[in-house]
């Protein structure tokens, strides 16, 4: 899954979506999802939760032409905080993640700094002080003078591949921030003390041949969600494969997961309805 964010930063997606339903008190009221397909711009920021972690953060978003530092589009976005998973990076995920901006949100990708491909002292432990990491750094996203105006700060979604999807899990905890109204944890499972607090809805993304997570370890982390939920279970499907364009399973995974997004971030009922929903 070793991809470059060069070259999809124009990635055309088409999106038809209504929303509905009555705002969160202080948030954006919207009439509708983005009906239309935005360039993507890239953007780096260098982050860091003092000294000792620093947390580079890639950020996809609309934007008024595609590129690097591309002016952010007209309008005001929901965010998406997306973590990766071992040994990899956020470009690793540009595919999906680049998509997701297309269609009306602004993705920020941290490089965790134990965890990352290129880490000096690679520790799979550092896996627990990740949620905290994520979470300033959709802080300090919020805070970007640069996006003044364009980010719904009311609207937060989380999502992650692997040990990203137990960084997403770990954001979910009780006295969780009430902003963050979904998650998407994709090839991965829940953390301790996970799914508590103000209700969020949860998606779970798994093959049912992964041999790194088994899928028995999601369902059992599925099973520990009171909240609404769904599990999008890919038969045959490995690790991860199903998120390269091509490849089995991405089509689907992508029209789920943006699904997902529009009806939590959006308060679609057209993607709500396509969803197989359980409370």
């Not at 590129?67 to 999906?96: C, K, M, N, Q």
């Not at 990740?130 to 802080?139: G, I, L, N």
């Not at 040990?163 to 905890?173: E, K, P, V």
Request: include cysteine; hydrophobic fraction near 45%; glycine fraction near 10%.
């Amino acid at each position: 899954m070793k991809r470059s964010a060069a070259g999809l930063v124009g990635v055309v997606l088409l999106l038809a979506s209504a929303a509905c339903g009555a705002p969160a008190p202080h948030a954006v009221s919207y009439a509708s999802a983005p009906s239309v397909t935005y360039p993507v711009g890239v953007r780096a920021l260098p982050l860091s939760r003092g000294q000792a972690r620093p947390l580079p953060t890639t950020l996809w978003y609309p934007a008024l032409h595609a590129g690097p530092d591309a002016p952010i589009a007209t309008g005001r976005f929901p965010v998406v905080l997306y973590s990766h998973g071992l040994y990899s990076l956020p470009a690793h995920h540009a595919e999906i993640i680049s998509r997701w901006a297309a269609a009306g949100f602004v993705v920020a990708a941290p490089a965790y700094p134990r965890t990352r491909e290129d880490a000096r002292r690679f520790s799979r432990a550092d896996v627990r002080n990740q949620p905290a990491d994520a979470w300033h750094v959709v802080r300090e996203v919020l805070a970007l003078a640069a996006f003044d105006g364009h980010l719904d700060s009311s609207r937060i979604g989380a999502a992650g591949h692997s040990a990203g999807g137990y960084t997403t899990a770990g954001l979910f905890t009780a006295g969780h921030d009430r902003r963050l109204r979904g998650g998407i944890v994709i090839a991965g499972a829940g953390m301790a003390g996970a799914f508590a607090g103000p209700p969020a809805a949860m998606l779970f993304v798994h093959g049912t041949e992964d041999p790194t997570v088994p899928i028995e370890a999601a369902r059992a982390a599925y099973d520990r969600v009171h909240w609404p939920k769904t599990f999008l279970a890919l038969p045959g499907q490995d690790h991860g494969a199903y998120l390269t364009p091509g490849r089995p399973g991405f089509a689907q995974v992508l029209a789920v997961t943006l699904d997902f997004l529009r009806w939590t971030l959006y308060d679609d009922a057209a993607a709500r309805s396509r969803l197989s929903l359980e409370s």
